[in-house]
């Protein structure tokens, strides 16, 4: 199974100047959700530690009750935000993930996908370099979720 990005979830050229502000900006995205509640969600995460995972890049994530599908936004932040980030860095690439509350498994498998690909310096050139959020969007049709060999159970 291929992550799915679509392109009215993504932006391509975030001005936040914080990381609540991102976050915030990002929450909006799911249009069909209760951006508040995806904000409080996220922002009780960030609170157990930073997801910026280094190489200017964070993967925000929680789980959300009453989801019934993994989802995914995506954004791109030029100048970079000060994410807390384990190296430091500024982030400016984002990709929020939000998974239903019974969702383990593939909660872990599309973090590692996501973990995996980002830590590749081509692949987050070619993000910072896309043109558009349909570009955006289809470099992601290329990660696929990991298959872990364990039970999350």
């Known amino acids: 199974m291929t992550l799915n990005i679509p392109p009215e979830r993504v932006l391509a050229a975030s001005e936040a100047t ?21 904000l409080e969600s996220i922002m009780a995460r960030e609170k157990l530690g ?17 989801l019934t599908e993994t989802r995914l936004a995506l954004a791109r932040h030029v100048e970079g935000v000060d994410f807390d ?3 430091g860095l500024p982030v400016h690439i984002v990709i929020m993930l939000l998974v239903p509350d019974d969702e383990d498994r593939k909660h872990l498998q599309t973090l590692a ?9 081509l692949f987050r050139q070619s993000i910072m370099g896309a ?3 349909e570009e955006l969007s289809d470099l992601f049709k290329s990660i696929v979720e990991l298959k872990m060999p364990f039970s999350a159970s």
């Open 85 to 87: 980030a384990i190296d």
């Open 113 to 121: 996908a996501l973990a995996r690909s980002l830590q590749d310096k």
């Open 131 to 133: 043109g558009n959020a």
């Open 18 to 38: 914080s990381k609540k502000a991102m976050l915030t900006e990002m929450a909006g995205l799911f249009s069909s959700m209760d951006s508040d509640q995806v």
């Open 50 to 66: 930073s997801t910026g995972i280094g190489h200017g890049v964070a993967i925000p994530h929680c789980r959300i009750p009453e």
